[in-house]
């Protein structure tokens, strides 16, 4: 069974950083491609970062792209995502998934105050 647990978020102030991480379990994660995503209140999720399975090809939205950095960790099932020059409109429900599953963790929020 898929399972993946989100952690690292909190209340920041803009400009800052916060490192997100996602363990997971259930599958073999070396095996397959990781992506972040976001979603905030009444909106659709997002795709903001996604990394092949041996971190070699990585990818982001632009509206992060050069703040956020995603990476991998397999031996110990984990994706990371640095989030440096945190602004307000980065505030989100943030979430990973494994590429080809649908399975969703219970997402760490993330609120950055102006």
């Known amino acids: 069974q898929v399972q993946l647990v989100e952690s690292g978020g909190g209340l920041v102030q803009a400009g800052e950083s916060l490192r997100l991480s996602c363990a997971a379990s259930g599958f073999r994660f070396d095996a397959k491609p990781m992506d972040w995503y976001r979603q905030a209140p009444g909106k659709q999720r997002e795709l903001v970062a996604t990394?092949?399975?041996?971190?070699?090809?990585?990818n982001s939205s632009g509206s992060v792209k050069g703040r956020f950095t995603i990476s991998i960790d397999n031996a110990k099932n984990t994706v990371y995502l640095e989030m440096n020059i945190l602004k307000p409109e980065d505030t989100d429900v943030y979430y990973c998934?494994?590429?080809?599953?649908?399975?969703w963790g219970q997402g760490t929020q993330v609120t950055v105050s102006s």
């Open positions: 990394i092949s399975s041996d971190g070699h090809f990585k």
């Open positions: 998934k494994a590429a080809e599953y649908d399975n």
